[in-house]
Each structure stands twice: as structure tokens, then as C-alpha cells.
């Protein structure tokens, strides 16, 4: 009996040491921020000393970045054949319909306030009614202050405008050159139509629907000596993005590449005097290599995050899989670069009262 007894008071006193090292250890760890350096030598029988917290826990600031913008480029498909291209048709797949919502979703979740559709050429899934549907269900269903597309602007329709306009915050077109006979050099054509013929009526129709228009142009071996003032000011964009030529190993330089864009590439000095010569232009908002490599978060057609830290594109797991968190730790994201090439910037359409 006696032994019994004292069986349950030596299990009853090991439960009790247990607790004591588990609030010990507690106390521990959660006064090492404090950086008190109290010499806590703990001698309790099977306790062991916890080690070093992990480094995010002691410097505090190495949490995963806030996906506050992202660039979704839901297909690699595309009717153009930019010689410069970086993100190629290396692959067909586009995620179903409900599935993409899903990822979305999750990315709002995750602090999502402005979603960019890129490609490829996003107009090229079911006529532009994939990205149409996006576009309604980010606005209306997930009330995200920005929903933008980048385009090359050949497969846009009046009636996608009549349907989905009122969703869209802002359409950015891709435009390099304003002489044809260069877009043909750069590939940024197919078939008879004229590029920059369009590019004026698409203007139009983002007037006539209230989407703010936005022209992307990327400046490189020949563009770099276009005077574009006269024709930037005449379409009065809210923005002109001006991006340097940007070499991607894998995409458009390298042995798996499927473009050669080594010809397209500038120096530094040749994109700083392009700049110079369109330095009064409002609008323009220039982004040189080392500003756009690292702050961008891209979201490719799996929607995994893209790092090109390392010069190509290395994959995360698909945000689908481990969740949005997770997955963009492995992303390479700058977010201080990102605020500083600006890339926070008054971004809904209900907030710039424009003239349309």
C-alpha cells in the first residue's frame, strides 16, 4: 500500500517539475527580446537548455513580405513574338476558372490590394472572357481597390469594354515604338494590323468606359534613339512605365531559351540618356534592371512566386499547395525596393478623378 502511494506521489512530483520547466522555459524565451542578460542556469532533472531561438524570432523583422501588389500571369501564350520577351510559352496551362479564384482569394487573405493579369497575352484565353471574369470577381466579390491588365492591346474588343469596363481600374498597353516598321523589328506585330493605330482607339475606349490608360514601353537597341515626347503627351497616360531591356537566363538568354534578346540589350548609359530626353514628360516612371528584378512579385501560371534573384526564374511551391505565406518566403521579393521605385501609387480609379 505504502509503495502505491508512493508511486503516485513520485508521478504526481515528476508532473510537477514538468509544468515548472515548461513555465520556465517560457519565461526564458520571452525574456530574450528583452535582451536582458540574466545568467539562467536551470539544473532541473532532464532539463536541457533550448539553445538559440531561431533567427526570425530574434531579429524580428525577417517575417514574409505582405503581397500588397502581385503580377499574375495566368497564360504564357501570346500572339506577338517580342524578341525581348521574358516570360515565354514555355508551357500551355492555365488553371480552370475556380481555381484561380481560389488562389485569389487567398491572396487578398494574405493582404492582396492591387492584382495585375498579365501573360502572355491575357486576351488570348476564351477571347478575353477568362480574364473578363477575373477581373469582375476581384472588384465585385473580392472588392480589391486595383484590378489592372497588361496587354498588347491586338485581341481587345469594344464589347469586352461594354461587359467588364466597369471592373477594370487600369489598362496598360504595351507600346515600344511609334514607327511600325520598328514594332516589326521587335516582333510586337501580327499580321497587317497597325499597332499604333490601335494603341489610339484602345485610348479611346478607356475614355469612353472610365479605365485609366496606361502605356508600358520597353526601351532597347532600337527604340533607345526615339524622341517618343510629342506622342506620349497627345495620349496623356496616367503612367508611362519605361523598363530597360532585361536579360532572363532560361526565358530570353541561355541555352533553354526560346528568344535571343542579347541583341535587344543597352548599356545603363543608353537608358539614362532615353530618360533624359523624356524627362519632361509627367507621366513617366522609369525602372532600370536593378530596380525591376527584385520588386515584383510574380505569380505564374501555377501560381507559384518566381525569384529572379539568381538571374532566372526559380519556382516556389504553388500558393494552392502551402498557402500563401509559405510560398512567398521563397519568392526574392523586395519589398523596400518595391516602395521605393514606387510601385504604391494611387492605383484605384475611384481615387484619381480623372477627365475620362
Keep these: ?19 515548472l520547466r515548461g513555465r520556465l522555459g517560457a519565461l526564458c524565451w520571452s525574456l530574450a527580446p528583452l535582451s536582458l542578460s540574466l545568467p539562467l542556469s536551470l539544473s532541473l532533472p532532464g ?48 488553371l480552370p476558372l475556380e481555381e484561380a479564384k481560389r488562389g485569389l482569394a487567398m491572396l487578398k487573405e494574405g ?8 501573360g502572355g497575352e491575357p486576351f488570348l484565353q476564351d477571347r478575353g472572357e477568362f480574364v473578363g471574369k477575373l477581373v469582375q470577381f476581384c472588384k465585385q466579390e473580392l ?6 491588365i497588361v496587354s498588347n492591346g491586338s485581341l481587345i474588343r469594344k464589347q469586352w469594354f461594354e461587359k467588364y469596363g466597369e471592373y477594370l481600374d487600369i489598362l496598360a498597353i504595351s507600346c515600344d515604338s511609334f514607327d511600325e516598321d520598328v514594332n516589326v523589328l521587335i516582333g510586337r506585330r501580327q499580321g497587317k494590323k497597325n499597332h499604333v493605330e490601335n494603341l ?5 475606349w478607356c475614355r469612353e468606359y472610365a479605365v485609366a490608360f496606361k502605356i508600358n514601353s ?28 532585361l536579360l532572363i537566363e532560361g526565358e530570353n538568354s541561355g541555352e533553354d531559351a526560346l528568344r535571343e534578346a ?23 516612371v522609369p525602372e532600370s534592371n536593378q530596380k525591376m528584378r527584385d520588386s515584383y512579385l510574380i505569380l505564374d501560371e501555377y501560381m507559384r512566386f518566381l525569384n529572379c534573384r539568381n538571374g532566372r526564374k526559380e ?10 505565406e509559405a510560398a512567398i518566403k521563397f519568392s526574392g521579393f523586395d519589398e523596400k525596393m518595391f516602395l521605393k521605385r514606387g510601385g504604391k501609387y494611387v492605383w484605384s480609379k475611384a481615387d484619381m478623378k480623372l477627365d475620362w
Design 315 to 324: 519556382p516556389s511551391k504553388s500558393i494552392l499547395d502551402v498557402g500563401v
Design 143 to 148: 472588392e480589391l481597390p486595383s484590378v489592372s
Design 47 to 94: 532539463w536541457r537548455d533550448p539553445g538559440p531561438r531561431p533567427q526570425r524570432e530574434q531579429e524580428g523583422d525577417d517575417a514574409p513580405p505582405t503581397p500588397t501588389s502581385v503580377n499574375y500571369h495566368f497564360t504564357r501564350q501570346c500572339n506577338y513574338k517580342c524578341g525581348f520577351c521574358f516570360h515565354t510559352a514555355k508551357t500551355s496551362f492555365v
Design 262 to 284: 542579347e541583341k535587344f540589350v543597352i548599356s545603363d548609359e543608353d537608358f539614362d540618356r532615353f530618360l533624359d530626353r523624356h524627362k519632361d514628360v509627367s507621366c513617366l
Design 1 to 19: 500500500m505504502q509503495l502505491v502511494l508512493l508511486a503516485r506521489l513520485l508521478s504526481v512530483g515528476r508532473a510537477v517539475l514538468a509544468a
Design 200 to 204: 489610339h482607339k484602345l485610348r479611346q
Design 218 to 245: 520597353v526601351i532597347n537597341r532600337f527604340n533607345v534613339e526615339e524622341d517618343m515626347n510629342e506622342q506620349i503627351k497627345a495620349l496623356n497616360p496616367v503612367r508611362w512605365k519605361v523598363f530597360q531591356c
Design 111 to 118: 493582404g492582396m490590394e492591387k492584382i495585375n493579369f498579365s
